[in-house]
Nanobody, 127 residues
Framework: QVQLQASGGGLVQAGGPLRLSCAVSRRTLDFLSVGWFREPPGRDREFVAA????????QYAGFAKGRFAISRDNAQKTVSLQMNSLIPEDTAVYYC????????????????????WGQGTQVTVSS
């Protein structure tokens, strides 16, 4: 069983940065890929970024490339999403999710591949 706790959301001005963190409760993070997804108001949940269990591979949605960076610290059991140059369209509830299938070499960008989900953290970007 895997439990995830997302944090770090808040209100930020356009152009500013924000760092989200996902704390993972599991004995080890071996073979566990972690992804970030978001749910903008009135829209479906969409992929943001993901990192493989070995941290060798990452994937980003088009809107995230060049602005967002995902990283993980297996010793601390945390996965972070650094978001820079935020725009109002980034306003959403952000969720972290885990896939324990041992997927290799690339993490999945599909929400259906993730078995465990955190509770979400609200990010609001003001113009």
């Amino acid at each position: 069983q895997v439990q995830l706790q997302a944090s770090g959301g808040g209100l930020v001005q356009a152009g500013g940065p924000l760092r989200l963190s996902c704390a993972v409760s599991r004995r080890t993070l071996d073979f566990l890929s972690v992804g970030w997804f978001r749910e903008p108001p009135g829209r479906d949940r969409e992929f943001v970024a993901a990192i493989s269990w070995s941290a060798d591979s990452t994937q980003y949605a088009g809107f995230a490339k060049g602005r967002f960076a995902i990283s993980r610290d297996n010793a601390q059991k945390t996965v972070s999403l650094q978001m820079n140059s935020l725009i109002p369209e980034d306003t959403a509830v952000y969720y972290c999710a885990a896939d324990d299938s041992g997927r290799f070499p690339y993490p999945s960008a599909s929400k259906y591949s993730y078995q465990y989900w955190g509770q979400g953290t609200q990010v609001t970007v003001s113009s």
